[in-house]
């Protein structure tokens, strides 16, 4: 489907970092990255590489201490949300931009019934917008989310605490949470992680299906470049808190560029817990002192020299972060 892609969200050189005991562990480099209006956007890369912590920039929910915010803009319709006010943050949560989380035991507080959770969602969001809802109202939107989600018996659901539901079960809750006001941004943090493959593809497409018809953009993050491949337009790879790579989902994995993309697509399907061996020998490097230059170069089989002296940029022609494609320095 051709797509409106007048960007909604951008993100310009964040750069952020946490400080623990044995120091501040430089996390974020610097990344750039962007969300057109109903776009489909995939963000991969192996485990820690910062994923989350750009998801949580995104939404302004990274508790600061420990996190340290260096530099850079998360600009939402134009507008910074780093340098957001409390009160505009909120409004933006409750009307512009969802997420879903990888664990929804986490997402759900425990003492409250489902469709308390979900009524509430959906009275802050009209507060915001000055609507006005009965309860009847609010009911019926929440009984329609949950069976959205292909939710076996919506209105008995409604009655449940998190606790008497099963994985897929709190799964499609945290999914309905999402969707039960229309918001214009999904950010999907690995939304099915915990759940067994065939559910997790079920759960997938449904959440493809929704954002379609709704069309919301989604930033969807997960293990599986399958997944990625099926229900992403563009994809942005990202290695050690930077963006190494960027494109059209099928030109890019047909035909990856930066050396790390390469390795990564010969570990496919998974790239949790064990690291990429497979592909890559060596480990995401260690944040305290990360790599000069560019980071991927303690794993990279060209690394040259300048590659440990300076960051190769983003280049917006193509797309890669790689001295390789910089006719100027080879
Ligand atoms: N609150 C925190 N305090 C200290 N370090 C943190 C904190 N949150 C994240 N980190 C570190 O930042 C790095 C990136 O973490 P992040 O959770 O963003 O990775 P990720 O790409 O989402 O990984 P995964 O695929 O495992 O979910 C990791 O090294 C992690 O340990
Ligand atoms: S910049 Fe150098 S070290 Fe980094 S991926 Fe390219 S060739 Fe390898
Ligand atoms: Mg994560």
Redesign the pocket.
Same mark, same amino acid.
């Given at each position: 489907m051709e797509r409106n892609m007048e960007s909604l969200v951008q993100v310009k050189g964040l750069s952020v970092g946490?400080r623990?005991f044995e120091g501040l562990?430089r996390?974020l480099d610097g990344i750039s990255l962007r969300i057109g209006q109903g776009e489909r956007v995939g963000l991969v $890369?192996? @485990?820690?590489? $910062?994923? @989350?912590?750009?998801v949580k920039s995104i939404l302004k929910v990274l508790p600061q201490p420990?996190?340290v915010i260096f530099g850079g803009e998360v600009l939402f319709r134009g507008k910074d949300v780093l340098r957001m006010g409390r009160r505009a943050v909120h409004q933006l949560r409750r009307s512009s931009v969802a997420a879903i989380f990888?664990d929804p035991l986490q997402a759900l507080n425990p003492v409250f019934t489902v469709g308390t959770q979900l009524s509430d969602i959906v009275r802050d969001w009209a507060a915001g917008t000055g609507k006005r809802l009965s309860k009847k109202e609010i009911f019926r939107r929440c009984v329609e989310a949950l069976a959205q989600t292909g939710m076996p018996d919506p209105e008995r659901i409604m009655t449940c605490y998190p606790i008497q539901l099963s994985g897929g079960m709190r799964q499609r809750v945290c999914i309905a949470e999402a969707l039960v006001r229309p918001v214009e941004l999904l950010l999907a943090d690995?939304p099915t992680t915990n759940l067994d493959v065939t559910i997790q593809d079920q759960i997938l497409r449904k959440l493809d299906e929704l954002v379609e018809e709704k069309g919301m953009s989604i930033l969807l993050i997960t293990?599986s470049l399958g997944v990625v491949m099926d229900l992403t337009e563009r994809v942005y790879i990202m290695y050690a808190g930077t963006i190494v790579e960027e494109g059209k989902t099928e030109e890019l994995f047909t035909n990856p560029k930066h050396p790390y993309t390469q390795g990564l697509l010969k570990s496919i399907p998974k790239l949790t817990g064990e690291g990429i061996s497979q592909g890559i020998p060596g480990r995401i490097p260690n944040?305290l002192h990360p790599p000069s230059g560019c980071r991927f170069h303690p794993r990279c089989e060209h690394v040259m020299p300048i590659c440990t002296q300076q960051k190769p940029p983003l280049t917006e022609s193509e797309g890669v972060a790689c001295h390789l494609y910089r006719g100027d320095v080879r």
């Open positions: 946490f623990v562990l996390v $890369g192996e @485990t820690g590489c $910062g994923k @989350t912590t750009t420990p996190a990888q690995e293990h944040y």
